[in-house]
């Protein structure tokens, strides 16, 4: 293997894998929070950052009628929300329908006077029934609970997109560290079970205090939707008007057309044991999702050889939708695996060329290093933290 230091300032190293180059450098910021207000409505486990599909819709899409991108394994809807930004429509597919519950509101804003007339149209005031309160007493006090059941009764029966975009906006809302969340001090980005939030309060001295709801909703709506000039909403909501959401299996994207995809931009389930039931479900309970479906159907593995099978399934799906010279970039970590750190990039690039495809490069994502001089030093490299490993894959 050979290394080189690359003049150009935003490449750092490039390494010969033999059929590709694998390059680091920083191809979009470290910063956290730089793009679009919308992009930060709700955290999401596993989630990339929003310059991730921004640079490769930018670098691969140039038509904006023809060139439809896909996200198979679409989560907070990062990749779609990116393309509408920028212009282009497509397919954010997921198998956990709590997915589309986020993606969709997102690409469909709207004006916080509509919200405004939504929310004080609602009587969260009810009798709403509450004989389920005990799982939830560690987390909100009666009455933000009484309202909380009377918002979930409400958008049950009322689908407008103003009323999913006030469902999505609860959601983010429904737990964390701050006042703006309606629990009592949580962990925002994994919904703790009970017991384990009673010994959060028993350890923090805290007691649920009473968070109303709306005014939570009406701030957050502010929030996220800062960054629209009127025209911006408008105009990403036309543009959204072409997106598909589906919640297939990605080995079997059935309603997606062959060769009809332009860009893919996707991270699938990592190789580990991320509990996505379990670490969702007051989101699951507040949207009535039924999860014991979902437990045969979201691959969570940390078996390498079985990911690896799905892997190649899912591969092999993507390069039927694509158009031929199309592009797949997926993103994947480094994961020690019975005590050895196993670079997945270069897993999913011998997965790619086994069904198909041609390896373009695989570009590391320099991130933040302790020390400066542990940028040039490849073992520290594997072991540096936040790393996006991309493999850019195309469709001969
Ligand atoms: C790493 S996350 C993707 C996160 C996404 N890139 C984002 O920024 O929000 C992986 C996603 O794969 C989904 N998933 C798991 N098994 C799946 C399957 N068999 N088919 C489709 N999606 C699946 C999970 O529900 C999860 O949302």
Redesign the pocket.
Known sequence: MSLMIEAEPNVRLIEDMGSYKRITGEFWTARQRQMHSIHYAVS??????PELPNYFIRRYCSDPVKDLVL?????????ILEANILGYSGFS????P??ERIAYPKCRPVTISEINKILSRINLDVDADISDYDRFAPFYHPQTYRELVALKQYLRKNRTDADRFIEMIALSRLHGHSGGFFSVYSFPQISVPSAAQARINEQRNQRPDYRPVKPRILKKAKRVLADFAPEELAQLRKVAEQNVFTC????CMKSIADESIRLIV?????LNKAD?IQDNWIEYWFLNIETEPLRK????TDDLEEWSE?MID?LREMLRVLKSGGTAVI?VGEVRYRGKMVNLDEIIAELGCSVGFNIVEVLINYQQFTKLANCFNVDNMKKGTNTNRLVVLSKP
């Open positions: 999401y486990r596993a989630s990339f950052k996200d198979p394994f679409g989560g907070r809807g990062t990749t597919n997921d198998v956990n709590l997915s297939h299996d990605s080995r996707t991270s699938p389930p990592f996505y159907l979201i691959v969570q799905f899912s993103e």
